[in-house]
T-cell receptor, first 116, second 114 residues
Framework: GESVGLHLPTLSVQEGDNSIINCAYSNSASDYFIWYKQESGKGPQFIIDIRSNMDKRQGQRVTVLLNKTVKHLSLQIAATQPGDSAVYFCAENLGKSGAGSYQLTFGKGTKLSVIP | DTEVTQTPKHLVMGMTNKKSLKCEQHMGHRAMYWYKQKAKKPPELMFVYSYEKLSINESVPSRFSPECPNSSLLNLHLHALQPEDSALYLC?????????????FGDGTRLSIL
């Protein structure tokens, strides 16, 4: 079965509020995590990543938190905008699978809807 | 705009047809990937190429045949597909040096099997 899952399949937030999208993973050997945003009709777009030797990483309006103790990953979006409406996937790397490549396992996804 | 380009964007084919999906990247990435994504589901890995060599085949049926002609191109040859193969097919690439780097995706080919 999937080792990466999400607590909430859908999330609706008011424009300007902060959003928090959660993700649980089950493999303690996972060493790299990525958040992707997928808009309708497009491929997944890289948002932010974090390695297992870190517990927090910040980007522009986004922050990823990693809690290895409880195997939990979250994506925080500050001042959510209508353009943030999309499906968000977390993905984990279970470790290098070969020279120069690796396997990602995706979570089920959360649909974020921003209310103007 | 994505730096991974996939063609065609849409493809409709019959079960007896032979077609190919194409993917191109010019970021110098030496790892390339094919994923299949059904509606409202996450992408599922199909194949991984590393330095133009197939390194992972996730038990994909032989009616899907990948090919990596060079470091910038990745093809997926299709033959005798089934209706359940209708999906969005995504290509991705990643750098192979300096530790694990993000995979960058194209916008996919939406495939419909009649």
């Amino acid at each position: 079965g999937e080792s990466v899952g999400l607590h909430l399949p859908t999330l609706s937030v008011q424009e300007g509020d902060n959003s928090i999208i959660n993700c649980a993973y089950s493999n303690s050997a996972s060493d790299y995590f990525i958040w992707y945003k997928q808009e309708s009709g497009k491929g997944p777009q890289f948002i932010i990543d974090i390695r297992s030797n870190m517990d927090k990483r910040q980007g522009q309006r986004v922050t990823v938190l990693l809690n290895k103790t409880v195997k939990h990953l979250s994506l925080q979006i500050a001042a959510t905008q209508p353009g943030d409406s999309a499906v968000y996937f977390c993905a984990e790397n279970l470790g290098k699978s070969g020279a120069g490549s690796y396997q990602l396992t995706f979570g089920k996804g959360t649909k974020l809807s921003v209310i103007p | 705009d994505t730096e991974v380009t996939q063609t065609p964007k849409h493809l409709v084919m019959g079960m007896t047809n032979k077609k190919s999906l194409k993917c191109e990247q010019h970021m110098g990435h030496r790892a390339m990937y094919w994923y299949k994504q059904k509606a409202k589901k996450p992408p599922e890995l199909m194949f991984v190429y590393s330095y133009e060599k197939l390194s992972i085949n996730e038990s994909v049926p032989s009616r899907f045949s990948p090919e990596c002609p060079n470091s910038s191109l990745l093809n997926l040859h299709l033959h005798a597909l089934q209706p359940e193969d209708s999906a969005l097919y995504l290509c991705a690439s990643s750098q192979e040096t300096g530790g694990v780097q993000p995979q960058h995706f194209g916008d996919g080919t939406r495939l419909s099997i009649l």
